[in-house]
């Protein structure tokens, strides 16, 4: 069952639930805020996955370094290349007609400075054709930001928890608690805001925060365990449809047990081969 407010299934130009059919632009991002229109995001890191995606209606899959846990068996974010990222992205762009991908910039492309973003990040648009890129920081990004952004790449930015940071964090704490840290978010946002970025993730903040930094930013904010106020939602798609293996974070709500489908599809396959049952004579050759 589908939840979409019918002014938004009404209006073609909504993000989810409307009727167009070009790729969505980091203008539509922008338009949706004028609206007070609400849109989900979903992470991708291959072709056929994505396609899903862009079929059920998500207008923005984000090509995100969580591909370090989820997809390449890393321990975090912090080991995924340029390299990667970049393979991975353009498959997801391959694999979808409407959705505007954003492609991540992995931890140590971008943080020696401005050129450096720059040449990165002109990689993941030439070489992977994403629309955006995203990364990590607040007052301490907003120089890359700048620069990308006069350049002509949308950045997506990304402040509250920074996963890349996990050393420096010593885990993964929820940010922005009392009130010098919810000081230092807020400035973070604007700074972001100032500096370009089309829109920004806020991770790990207390609900009431990123209501307050979603009223007083002009770009859209996109929750990820922030709260119900945000103008967008993400979630790392494995962690959503139930595929990543044990806990997931207290933010997840999962829609599917895709892990358990799929073990199940395996068990069946093999039981099947080994007890002579497939292949049958419909799937024989003559
Ligand atoms: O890499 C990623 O998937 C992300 C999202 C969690 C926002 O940064």
Known sequence: MTHVNPAQKQSEKALYGGTGSRRITVRDIAAAKGRAEKWPMLTA?????????DQAGIPV?????????????????VPVTMDEIALLSAAVVRGTRRALVVGDL?????????VQA???????????GVGAVKLEGGERSAHQIELLVQSGIPVMAHVGLTPQSVNAYGGYPVQGRGEEAAQQLLRDAKAVQDAGAFAVVLELVPAELAAEVTRSLHIPTIGIGAGPDCDGQVLVW?????MTDGRVPRFVKQYAQLRQSLGDAARAFAEDVVGGAYPAEEHSFH
Do not use: W
């Open 45 to 53: 890191y291959d072709a056929m996955t994505a396609s899903v995606f």
């Open 118 to 128: 720059l040449r990165n990040a002109t990689r993941l648009v030439k070489e992977a």
């Open 61 to 77: 899959l984000l090509v995100g370094d969580s591909m370090g846990n989820c997809h390449l068996g890393y321990e975090s974010t």
């Open 106 to 114: 992995p931890f140590g492309s971008y943080q020696e400075g401005p």
């Open 238 to 242: 494995t962690d959503m449809a139930g």
